[in-house]
């Protein structure tokens, strides 16, 4: 007879082992031999040697399942546990499009031509800018794309960033700490994490720093390798703040730059640094602009509208 302990890390232990441990009741039924206490974090079996390592092996499969989208139902363990391998069941051109499953199986993909084109950049590219107005999916893309390549263990880091400019606010005037004042500027790129990554791993991701989210400034002096940089809002970045983000690329890392020239907040004595970075970066080899405009709008359908009207006012 052997034991052995199995912790979960990283991840909900509810999501692995089911509401009420309906999940370990259908590992129970295969491995009827061995004995499976699930509690905690952790599963611990007791049986024959060859028993426990077969169900540790299975279990990996279970876990790799959920790391990949985010669910595990009692159907994706009975497919596993009888094919012993994770099968992508949907081969459609759609399946092959999907950049991340998130949590309960959300599919998160590009749903525009120029949202494809944006994944199909930062493919090819190590450097990629995508200019739109609001509500394109710039940063959600963009966001999603770091997130496929972390998933898929490409890179080691998520570094996401914003200048902390918006109209009309003022940092010092509202309360609390330093990471309360920011939070506010910060909460799109938390809200497209939520949307692609389990609670309790986002919840871990953020305090061991495997994903960061801070300031533009804080972005000085530093070598980021093996990581996808993505710079949000950056019509708010000087020229010099430009420059030094694009400078801090390391081995094996991807910059993603997103922004939206006509709204631009600067106090009118800054001048934004990506026009002038269009200009001056054109043409390089592994840079890459990709364009959106109202066609790639997802939010409500007046949007587009809207930004028809405006376009056409500042003509």
Known sequence: M?????????????????VNNENIAVLKKFFPKIKIIARGNSIKVIGSVAQI??????????IQHYNKYSQLTKGNINRLLENGRILNTNTSKAQD???????????VKARTANQRLLVAA?????????????????????????VRAL?????????LTRPAVEAGENLGFLPGDLKEKLDPYLQPLYDALRDMIPAAKLKTYLETSVIEIAPLAFMRGRTLDEAVILLDEAQNATYGQLKMLLTRMGKSAKIIVTGDVTQIDLPKSQASGLP??????????????????????VRHELVKKVIKAFSKNEK
């Open 2 to 18: 052997g034991e052995k302990t199995i912790e979960l890390e990283d991840i909900n232990p509810v999501d692995i082992f089911g």
């Open 53 to 62: 390592d077969l169900f540790d092996n299975k279990l990996q499969l279970l």
């Open 97 to 107: 499009e999907v950049l991340v499953y998130g949590p309960n199986g959300k599919i």
């Open 122 to 146: 930062a493919q090819n590219n190590d450097m990629v800018f995508a200019i739109g107005p609001a509500g394109t999916g710039k940063t959600y893309t963009a966001v999603a794309i770091a």
């Open 151 to 159: 998933k898929n263990k490409e890179i080691k880091k998520i570094v």
């Open 276 to 297: 002038q970075v269009q200009k001056i970066l054109k043409g390089i080899k592994g840079i890459e602009f990709i364009y959106l405009d109202e066609h790639d709008v």
